[in-house]
C-alpha cells in the first residue's frame, strides 16, 4: 500500500483561471506532502509542500490542501500563467517519498 | 539557490558494461538520493543515504546497484553489470539533515544502454 494516484494526467487551461491536481495516498504513516514543477529537460523543483500537521497552505498563487483523514491532497494554482505549464508531480512521504505519475499542466494564453 | 550537479548528463553504454554516475550535492547537506525517471513516467525513489549508509531502498535498487559516497567526495550510483531496462534519467538529491524530505534535484543524467 505505497501507491499515490494523481489527477489528472494532462490539464488544460485558459490563462487566469485556476488550475487543480489532485493526490491520493495509502499510507496513513505518510507526514509529508510536497509538489514537484519539472519543465522539459530541466530537474523537478520543489515549489511548496505541507506536513501533516496542517491543513492547509499558500504560497502567493499556490494553494495545497491536505485532508489526512480521506488521505487525499490537492495542489490549486490561482490565476494561471503560460509559464506555470510543466509536469507536477506530487509525492507522499514516510521515510522516502512516493511519487504520483505526474500532471501535465499546459496554460493557454 | 543550493545547487545540485550531476555528471555526466549523458551517458551511452553497451549493455554489461559497469557505470557510474556522480553527484555533487548541495555541501551542507548530509541526506542523499538517487531517482530513476523513465521518459514520461514518474520519478521512482531508488535509495537514500546518510552518514555513509544506505538507509532505505527501493525494489528497483537492484544488486547489481551500489552507492558511496568515498571520503565527502562525489556521491555516486554504480551499475554492474547494466541491462536495457536500466536506461533512465536518473536523478541525484540532497537534503540538510533535519529536513531530509525538502530536496535539491539535480539536473538528471541520461543513461542509455544499448
Known amino acids: 500500500g505505497e501507491q499515490v494516484e494523481q489527477l489528472p494526467s494532462i490539464l488544460r487551461v485558459q490563462e487566469g483561471s485556476s488550475a487543480s491536481i489532485n493526490c491520493s495516498y495509502e499510507?496513513?504513516?505518510?507526514?509529508?506532502f510536497p509538489w514537484y514543477k519539472q519543465e522539459p529537460g530541466e530537474n523537478p523543483k520543489l515549489i511548496i509542500d505541507i506536513r501533516s500537521n496542517m491543513e492547509r497552505k499558500q504560497i502567493q498563487e499556490l494553494i495545497v490542501l491536505l485532508d489526512k483523514k480521506a488521505k487525499r491532497f490537492s495542489l490549486h494554482i490561482t490565476d494561471t500563467q503560460p509559464g506555470d505549464s510543466a509536469m507536477y508531480f506530487c509525492a507522499a512521504t514516510d521515510n522516502a517519498p512516493r511519487f504520483g505519475a505526474g500532471t501535465k499542466l499546459s496554460v493557454k494564453p | 539557490g543550493p545547487k545540485v550537479l550531476q555528471i555526466p548528463s549523458h551517458q551511452i553504454i553497451d549493455m554489461g558494461q559497469m557505470v557510474t554516475l556522480n553527484c555533487d550535492p548541495v555541501s551542507n547537506h548530509l541526506y542523499f538520493y538517487w531517482y530513476k525517471q523513465i521518459l514520461g513516467q514518474q520519478m521512482e525513489f531508488l535509495v537514500n543515504?546518510?552518514?555513509?549508509?544506505?538507509?532505505?531502498k527501493s525494489k528497483l535498487f537492484k544488486d547489481q546497484f551500489s552507492v558511496e559516497r568515498p571520503d565527502g567526495s562525489y556521491f555516486t550510483l554504480k551499475i554492474q553489470p547494466t541491462a536495457l531496462e536500466d536506461s533512465a534519467v536518473y536523478f541525484c538529491?540532497?537534503?540538510?539533515?533535519?529536513?531530509?524530505?525538502?530536496?535539491?534535484f539535480g539536473p538528471g543524467t541520461r543513461l542509455t544502454v544499448l
Open positions: 499510507d496513513s504513516a505518510s507526514n509529508y
Open positions: 543515504f546518510y552518514n555513509g549508509k544506505v538507509m532505505e
Open positions: 538529491a540532497s537534503s540538510l539533515l533535519d529536513r531530509e524530505f525538502e530536496q535539491y
